[in-house]
């Protein structure tokens, strides 16, 4: 058990050493800051129940709700982001041979992946998050608790989108392609808090319980925490990852 472990970590610690060598963790960082601080101070959240105005508008400790909104929509891009390169990057560049053949599972090396990822995921969100909580800070008194909870639900979300990321990543052979294909597939997963209201109960009810953000936005991002979105998560973590697991099991007999 201890061998795995320590496998897995050389895995997350070779990603986490790329990630920081590379240039796409600080564009993304840049992009993510700058995207979600936009939205917060000038734009609000003009979407869906949720509606709310910009910091700027109503000069509110109320308007820290937008951040929350928006985390969703932000990591479809920011997840694509992390992961395009995980393992279609290894195939174009001839890489993930050499790979298969070191001493390691291919389980290991997909969770290995993953905690990298998600470890990049952790340090951009804290490095965003700060400011507009200082900012908000100094409008008045901030409900801590709530703020705590959003933050740990988005970490649950982004958890998530990472693992479909990883897994889209694995099926496709280049970087750009995954990009986009991950971005589009978690559009379309948070999409049906945008038209349950003309769907028939049943279908919304079952396309909403599906979507990965409604499990986010209808608790987390309102400070509340409910076990059901841990264990939702947490499912689609384990199965993404298993998936991701198979697709590069498969391609290391061929």
Do not use: N
């Amino acid at each position: 058990m201890s061998s795995a472990l320590a496998r897995t970590a050389a895995v997350a610690s070779r990603e986490w050493g790329a990630a920081l060598d590379g240039p796409a963790l600080r564009t993304a960082a840049l992009v993510f800051a700058l995207s979600l601080g936009a939205l917060y101070f000038f734009v609000g959240y003009p979407i869906g129940e949720l509606r709310a105005g910009g910091l700027w508008q109503v000069r509110t400790t109320h308007a820290l709700a937008v951040v929350f909104a928006w985390l969703p929509l932000l990591f479809a891009g920011l997840a694509a982001a992390l992961t395009m390169a995980s393992w279609s990057e290894e195939r174009r560049a001839g890489t993930e041979e050499m790979l298969l053949a070191w001493p390691v599972s291919a389980g290991e090396l997909v969770v290995g992946k993953f905690l990298a990822a998600f470890a990049q995921l952790c340090l951009l969100l804290t490095v965003a998050l700060v400011p507009l909580l200082a900012a908000t800070a100094y409008l008045g008194p901030v409900d801590w608790g709530a703020a705590l909870g959003g933050f740990l639900g988005a970490l649950l979300l982004g958890a998530g989108y990472l693992a479909l990321g990883q897994l889209l990543s694995a099926c496709t052979r280049e970087p750009l392609s995954a990009f986009l294909i991950t971005a589009l597939a978690l559009l379309v997963s948070w999409s049906p808090m945008l038209v349950v209201g003309i769907l028939p109960g049943a279908l919304a009810d079952a396309l909403v319980y599906a979507s990965p953000a409604s499990h986010y936005l209808l608790t987390s991002a309102r400070g509340l925490f409910d076990l059901r979105d841990l264990l939702f998560h947490g499912l689609l973590c384990a199965a993404a990852l298993h998936l991701c697991t198979l697709v590069v099991e498969a391609r290391r007999w061929r």
